[in-house]
T-cell receptor, first 111, second 112 residues
Framework: EDQVTQSPEALRLQEGESSSLNCSYT??????LFWYRQDPGKGPEFLFT???AGEEKEKERLKATLTKKESFLHITAPKPEDSATYLC????????????FGQGTELSVKP | KAGVTQTPRYLIKTRGQQVTLSCSPI?????VSWYQQTPGQGLQFLFE???????NKGNFPGRFSGRQFSNSRSEMNVSTLELGDSALYLC???????????FGPGTRLTVL
C-alpha cells in the first residue's frame, strides 16, 4: 500500500536555528514527490516537486532533497514567518493525479 | 494568473441535508482534484477529473460525487450529510498528471 510518513509531528526552533523535516514514502512507482506549506485556515501552498533520486530544489531558506525512500526539507536560518505546517505528498505512476499526503510537520519558529 | 477559487468559503448544514461545493481552476488547467482535510485523517483524496471525465476516485462512500464542466469548473456534492463529514474541502487544479497541483482556499463545512 502506498504510504507517506512525516517526522517529527511538531518542531519548535529558535530563529536562526537550522533543521530538517523528514518524509519517508512507500509507493509502487514514484511519478513525483511534492512539498507544500499550509498556514492555519488556508489551502496548501506549493513549494517543490522532485521527480528522481538525487534531485534537489531550493527556494529562499528552504531546500528539498530526494532519495529512493525519503525526502528531506532543510530549513536554513528560519524566521518566525516560516512557521506553518509542512506537508509532503507522493504521486504514483498508476494512479492518475492522486496525491497521497503525510500527516505533516507543524513548525514553530520563535524570535 | 488568478488562483483557484472555491465557493462558498463556509457552510453550515444539518444531518441528512445535501450540499454542493464549487471550484474554478486556474485558467488553462484541465485537471481538478478534490480532497477532504480533517484533524484526525489529514488530507485524503476524494476524486480527480480531467476533461469532464472522472479519472480516479478515493475510498469514500457513494454519497460523495462530483462532476466537471466543459470550462473545467468542477462541483462536488455530498448527499445525506453525516456529522463526520465536517471538514475542510479542498480543490486543486493542475495542467495534468505529474505536474504540481495548486490548491484553493477550501470550503469549511460544518454538519450539525
Amino acid at each position: 500500500e502506498d504510504q507517506v510518513t512525516q517526522s517529527p509531528e511538531a518542531l519548535r526552533l529558535q530563529e536562526g536555528e537550522s533543521s530538517s523535516l523528514n518524509c519517508s514514502y512507500t509507493v509502487s512507482g514514484l511519478r513525483g514527490l511534492f512539498w507544500y506549506r499550509q498556514d492555519p485556515g488556508k489551502g496548501p501552498e506549493f513549494l517543490f516537486t522532485l521527480y528522481s533520486a538525487g534531485e534537489e530544489k531550493e527556494k529562499e531558506r528552504l531546500k528539498a532533497t530526494l532519495t529512493k525512500k525519503e525526502s528531506f526539507l532543510h530549513i536554513t536560518a528560519p524566521k518566525p514567518e516560516d512557521s506553518a505546517t509542512y506537508l509532503c505528498a507522493v504521486q504514483a505512476n498508476n494512479q492518475g493525479g492522486k496525491l497521497i499526503f503525510g500527516q505533516g510537520t507543524e513548525l514553530s519558529v520563535k524570535p | 494568473k488568478a488562483g483557484v477559487t472555491q465557493t462558498p468559503r463556509y457552510l453550515i448544514k444539518t444531518r441528512g441535508q445535501q450540499v454542493t461545493l464549487s471550484c474554478s481552476p486556474i485558467s488553462g488547467h484541465r485537471s481538478v482534484s478534490w480532497y477532504q482535510q480533517t484533524p484526525g485523517q489529514g488530507l485524503q483524496f476524494l476524486f480527480e477529473y480531467f476533461s469532464e471525465t472522472q479519472r480516479n476516485k478515493g475510498n469514500f462512500p457513494g454519497r460523495f460525487s462530483g462532476r466537471q464542466f466543459s470550462n473545467s469548473r468542477s462541483e462536488m456534492n455530498v448527499s445525506t450529510l453525516e456529522l463526520g463529514d465536517s471538514a475542510l474541502y479542498l480543490c486543486a487544479s493542475s495542467p495534468g498528471q505529474g505536474y504540481e497541483q495548486f490548491f484553493g482556499p477550501g470550503t469549511r463545512l460544518t454538519v450539525l
